[in-house]
């Protein structure tokens, strides 16, 4: 079976009716490592690829393992789009779009987002975000204890958690009103359920570092 018909039997709600897919064939990948992102590279470097347009939107495919228990991702091809990203994230777009599907998926931080690394996401307002929620600081006589505008997202879960990056550190927050999540801590000088730090993961790098190990087979 092709990696695009498991593709669309693990998730057969992602076409929609009237959607057409044109699916080319499956190749080996042959791009670039990617600088600084070594588990990232090792996962890419073992990846089929299988472009696809979904009514005239290019996409790709890209999938491991063995023949009866394929794993990958649905996402956009490489770009550069004109958007103020961290170096680490704008490398990732050198050999993909970011992420807006997966089948087979693994327990990582990725599951459960709706997009991952995407221009779309990384456009949301943080700012804009944070000010709808600004009553979870006043309600405990706190303030926001960070400048919105130096965040961009990297993720959007589909209950509207966001994954946060700081544009020139790439320092990683959590802003997850919606849940409660074990390897998460409230940051300093916020109340429980707002802006979290993640445990192990200092920033943007070591997120995509873990997640991408989380998809590899042994």
Avoid at 37 to 49: E, F, R, W, Y
């Amino acid at each position: 079976m092709r990696d695009w018909d498991q593709f669309l039997e693990q998730t057969p709600w992602f076409l929609q009716p009237g959607d057409e897919a044109v699916v080319g064939a499956e190749q080996p990948w042959s791009r670039a490592a990617v600088e600084g992102l070594p588990q990232l590279t090792g996962l890419l470097s073992s990846a089929t690829v299988t472009a696809v347009s979904i009514s005239g939107t290019a996409y790709e495919l890209l999938a491991w393992g063995p023949p009866g228990d394929r794993r990958g991702w649905l996402g956009y091809p490489p770009l550069d789009a004109d958007v103020d990203v961290h170096p680490t994230h704008r490398s990732f777009w050198h050999v993909s779009g970011g992420l807006v599907e997966r089948f087979g998926e693994p327990a990582t931080w990725w599951m459960n987002q709706d997009e991952i690394l995407t221009p779309t996401v990384a456009q949301t307002s943080v700012a804009d975000v944070l000010a709808d929620y600004s009553w979870l600081w006043e309600d405990d006589g706190l303030t926001l204890p960070i400048q919105p505008n130096e965040y961009y997202a990297v993720a959007v879960e589909a209950n509207g958690n966001l994954t946060l990056a700081h544009r020139r550190t790439g320092e990683l927050l959590l802003f997850a009103p919606d849940h409660a999540f074990t390897g998460a801590t409230p940051l300093t000088g916020c109340p429980p359920y707002s802006l979290l730090t993640f445990d192990q993961l200092p920033d943007l790098a070591a997120w995509i570092e873990d997640c991408a190990a989380g998809w590899r087979y042994a």
